[in-house]
């Protein structure tokens, strides 16, 4: 319930602000959010956590099949290995590389 009432709070600050600041403040936001994705620092630390998230992907996978193995059902083990076969492609569904 707490984090429900947070939300509702901050959704409802938002909209207060936004309504106040207006269109102009909203295109100098929108902006700085677009400089700020676009300095190499900030690119270098997005692609190196992404790299890190699919080492540590990929040994979560190797731990949770080992344990499972055979007791998985046809159609989800079936599923799984779809899924790999497309991501071995080098894309995932979110068009990113797999660098």
């Known amino acids: 319930m707490r984090y429900k009432l947070t939300f509702v ?11 106040r600041a207006g269109r102009e403040r ?25 790299q890190n998230g699919r080492q540590v992907t990929g040994k979560a996978f190797h731990a949770v ?12 083990a079936e599923r799984v290995r779809s899924l790999r076969e497309r991501s071995a492609n080098g894309a995932d569904d979110w068009g990113t590389s797999n660098t």
């Open 9 to 19: 709070a901050g959704l409802a600050l938002g909209y207060v602000i936004g309504t």
């Open 26 to 50: 909203y295109e100098q936001l929108k902006k700085s959010v677009r400089q700020f994705s676009q300095n190499p620092a900030v690119r270098n630390a997005v692609e190196s956590a992404a």
């Open 65 to 76: 099949s080992d344990k499972v193995g055979d007791k998985m059902p046809d159609s989800v």
